[in-house]
């Protein structure tokens, strides 16, 4: 074997090595860390009922109901698949979401090596994976919850990626690209305005510079895009058919999460943005600057470059989105933030001349102990603030990462209802992580109630929120943490109509008094 086929063949192994411990790590507490959550509920009610009865859609006082609240059929199909294959449960569920982490770093490290270099890439790595910011925006956390965020990100970069491979394969990758960016847009809806940024504005730039073949991979992309959007669309009706009802739609949900204006949320989440989202920040500011500089120069016409300000749109639109229309809530933040890696490593990597952090760091403390900042001085100062920064993000985050403790209570408390409640009890509950390990028919509010819910606890509006929990007359009551925060049941209780039996964790059985 020759040296360089020892090389490819001792690279193939540690890349081996390196995917294989990211799985392990990824499975490590799968089932209570961190606990079933509300969003993830309604998506595997969804899997649990179209694998056992063919009905795409949850159970509702025991009859088949639509998918409400569920996540799209990108993020619903693999769940199912597993649960066909493994059976139900948590694991199962979300194992599928440990692949997509896997798979959506090794896409981010694959582009960043292409647009860059290794070394940014591996710096990339280090900092999603070994300098964590918060515990919500973690991919190891974010990506094993059945949530729609890791598999968007993982079909946005796949198409990115067989974009930049268009350069001498159009006619291969291209229709990949086009069919990876269209199951993104049929992943979740929030990626529609910044993925069309994304081509749009290369597209406008290339369009100044005459480079009409590129031009035409970009509006091609664009256009194939939306095309292979509604064709998905007409095939999840073609394969639901007859096996799914229609969901009302939710009126006003995309107004309340997306365009929000309240001040005290705006605030808020600009506060959580100059927390956690600043070495992010700092990095686009960094590469924007880099991108104009380089354009005045005319020393930005390569392909690579066209991608890396299609990332570099798609990022930033997003984060700003995020800090100034979004409703703050936290997983909003994790595609700028995951995507945002590549930029903060360059910014490093420059600051430092190639990550020699030991000589940057003499230069800055010499720099404020002469003041004499000249062009090293300020970068090596720059540098350490960086760092700094990331040592006390980091910091706080192993802290709290140190005092979680995984929590199985959805599953004990799912355990008593299923053995301890007569076959035909109705359990009346707002916790829908819940739902698909129930034996027990269970009825919930209406999906228009969570406008009310959303503008109650995330915009602070003093509205009360109407809902008549004996409407399906139920034996039991579950409150959780959801319920508890919203008050939905707290008129109920004081009447007396149900006394606690049990209590699971943050978890509370309640028994109708007949």
């Known amino acids: 074997m020759t040296e360089q086929g020892l090389r490819n063949y001792s690279r193939t192994g540690v890349t081996a090595l390196v995917v294989l411990a990211l799985f392990l790590i990824g499975t490590i507490g799968i089932e209570s860390v961190p606990p079933l959550w509300w969003d993830e509920g309604w998506t595997l009610c969804v899997a649990r009922t179209w694998v056992e009865v063919g009905h795409y859609g949850c159970r509702l006082a025991g009859e088949l109901a639509p998918p409400t609240l569920s996540g799209h059929l990108p993020v619903v199909m693999p769940v199912a698949l597993s649960f066909h294959v493994f059976g139900i449960g948590v694991w199962q569920a979300r194992i599928v979401g440990v692949v997509f982490t896997v798979g959506t770093l090794g896409l981010l490290y694959w582009l960043t090596s292409r647009l860059y270099n290794r070394t940014v890439a591996v710096a990339a790595m280090v900092l999603l ?17 059945v949530l729609g965020e890791m598999p968007m990100v993982f079909f946005l970069l796949a198409g990115y990626s067989c974009f930049l491979l268009t350069q001498r394969h159009t006619f291969a990758f291209l229709p990949l690209a086009i069919c990876f960016w269209g199951i993104a847009l049929q992943t979740k809806d929030q ?6 940024m994304s081509l749009i504005v290369p597209l406008i730039v290339v369009c100044m510079r005459r480079r009409w073949r ?3 991979l970009l509006a091609g992309g664009f256009l194939g895009s939306c095309a ?38 705006r605030l808020q989440v600009l506060l959580f943005t100059l927390t956690f989202g600043l ?25 690579p470059d066209t991608v890396r300000l299609m990332l570099l749109v798609l990022t930033g639109s997003w984060l700003v989105w995020f800090s100034l229309l979004s409703v703050g809530w936290v997983r909003y933040a994790f595609p700028a933030l995951f995507l945002g890696a590549p930029f903060t490593a360059v910014l490093l990597y420059d600051l430092t001349g190639g990550f020699r952090l030991a000589s940057a760091i003499k230069t800055a403390v010499l720099a404020i102990a002469k003041r004499q900042f000249d062009t090293q001085g300020l970068k090596g100062v720059a540098a350490l603030l960086l760092l700094c920064i990331m040592f006390v993000l980091t910091a706080r985050a192993v802290y709290f990462f140190r005092i979680s403790k995984g929590d199985s209570s959805a599953q004990q408390v799912a355990q008593f209802l299923n053995t301890s409640t007569p076959p035909d009890a109705l359990i009346e509950t707002y916790e829908s992580e819940l739902f698909f390990l129930l034996e027990r028919p269970y009825h919930y509010p209406p999906a228009q109630l969570n406008v009310d819910v959303i503008k109650l606890t995330s915009h602070y509006q003093p509205i009360s929120v109407n809902y008549n929990p004996l409407s399906a007359n139920p034996d039991y009551l579950v409150i959780g943490r959801w319920g508890r925060w919203v008050g939905l049941y707290r008129s109920l209780l004081k009447r007396g109509i149900f006394r606690p039996i049990r209590t699971v964790g943050s978890y509370q059985v309640y028994e109708r008094v007949h």
């Open 191 to 196: 990626a529609w305005p910044f993925w069309g």
């Open 129 to 145: 994976l070994l300098l964590p910011a918060q515990r919500e925006v973690y991919p190891l956390i974010v990506g094993r919850q």
């Open 228 to 265: 292979m959007f509604q064709l998905l669309g007409w095939g999840k009706q073609l394969l639901l058919k007859g096996h799914t009802l229609h969901a009302p739609p939710v009126n006003g949900l995309a107004e309340v999460s997306a365009l929000v204006l309240v001040p005290s949320v």
């Open 279 to 303: 070495p992010t920040a700092f990095g686009l500011a960094w590469s924007t600057y880099q991108w104009c500089r380089d354009e005045k120069l005319n020393k930005s016409d390569s392909f």
């Open 214 to 216: 590129l031009a035409g």
